[in-house]
């Protein structure tokens, strides 16, 4: 045996010993709570110094506007002002590579923990319940995995910055003009995009069952295909197949409108309404140029600020359906592995069920499917 192999098999803990520390550096472990696991890998403070560098980004890059507008709406270029646009548009730029940098790290971290967790749930998971899953259930939850793992903290990550942007807009457009009806338009566009997401969640409920009956089905039927060739007629191998694949076309064209709604009418509808709202202080000049200008402004950054807020919200509604296909698995790590032990008791005592020539007959038929059975069961009861 080699010498490296033979250290590391002896610096392994004996049986029943479980470890302190998991592959994730500094990590706990995956059998206890998941946030423990989460604030013992850092992230949590990785998220709020996301959060800060996100908002001290947001109010550099309003800094820049109000330094580059005020020259320009005043009709002279002061070299002062040009100089305090310069910096704060190069520390928005610094700002931006910190928080990409804490978004690629809270990724990175987030999958290793998920996984961590995952394949602990897996090796604990009931074997009983594992039986009962058919392969195509088991490959639809792996494939759901990699959706999850994918998404989540992109989705979560794109959200939770848009949400904060769209806090500070309110502030900033009490400096305008029409404040009132623009932070009122802003709140019930809001309301319209939280109303809108929940119906494409429901949607897309019913598009991640069809696709994962599809697959489950398709895999059953490539197992059991020569049961297939046999005990069926040929022309109705396909019946089935044609009203699922059926039933999943309607199911994807639904979920694409209801997108297609969330990722255009969203972002662009508020564009035109708050442009609509805005028109008859400009077009009576009832508001000076730097207030006029603000507004507009500010109505821009929230319609940038609503298509990252859609699209991250398309993103987490993909990982949440897909959560809610793993979470036995992921709930299943802090159950205790099951697993022979030398140091097992003797059985105290031994209950037996014995049942013989034992037939099952389905409803309706004569005929009995299984007889002459023979069925003998055995509980021991250990100390």
């Known amino acids: 045996m080699d010498s ?86 190069a520390t928005v730029v610094l700002l931006r590579a910190a928080a990409r940098s804490s978004e690629v790290a809270l990724s990175i971290g987030f999958g290793g923990l998920l996984k961590e967790r995952l394949f602990a749930g897996a090796m604990a998971f009931d074997a009983d319940a594992l039986r009962r899953k058919g392969i195509g259930e088991l490959l639809s939850q792996v494939f759901e995995a990699e959706t999850l793992e994918g998404l989540a903290m992109d989705g979560g990550l794109q959200i939770v910055l848009a949400a904060l942007e769209l806090l500070i807009i309110p502030f900033v457009l009490s400096w305008g003009v029409s404040t009132r009806l623009e932070i ?27 696709r994962l009956g599809l697959t489950h089905r398709l895999v059953e039927n490539m197992t059991a295909h020569r049961t297939k060739v046999v005990q069926q007629p040929p022309a109705e191998w396909h019946i089935a197949e044609d009203d699922e694949t059926e039933e999943y076309a309607q199911a994807s064209e639904r979920l694409d409108r209801s997108t297609a709604r969330i990722e255009t009418l969203i972002p662009q509808g508020y564009l035109i309404a708050a442009l609509l709202a805005f028109s008859p202080s400009f077009l009576t000049g009832a508001a000076t140029l730097s207030q006029q200008a603000i507004t507009l402004g500010t109505i821009l950054f929230a319609y940038m600020s609503l298509q990252r807020f859609t699209f991250g919200a398309a993103r987490a509604s993909v990982a949440y359906v897909a959560w809610r296909s793993i979470k036995p698995v992921f709930d299943a790590a802090t159950k205790p592995v099951e697993g022979s032990s030398a140091e097992t008791s003797a059985p105290q005592e031994i209950k037996t069920f014995q049942l013989q020539n034992v037939a099952f007959t389905h409803a309706g038929r004569l005929e009995p499917s299984l007889k002459n059975c023979t069925l003998l069961l055995s509980h021991k009861i250990m100390q």
């Open 4 to 89: 490296r192999l033979a250290a590391y098999i002896a610096s392994l803990p004996p049986n029943g010993v479980q470890r302190p520390l998991f592959p994730l550096a500094g990590t706990a472990a995956p059998s206890g709570s998941f946030w423990q696991q989460v604030r013992a890998a850092g992230l949590v403070w990785r998220s709020g110094t996301l959060l800060g560098v996100h908002a001290l980004e947001t109010v550099f890059l309003f800094a820049s506007w109000a330094a580059v507008g005020s020259g320009a709406l005043s009709g002279r270029v002061d070299k002062g002002w040009l100089a305090a646009w310069a910096l704060c548009l």
């Open 184 to 210: 009122l338009l802003l709140l019930s566009w809001l309301c319209l995009t939280a109303i809108l997401i929940a119906q494409n969640m429901s949607e897309r409920f019913r598009w991640t069952n069809a």
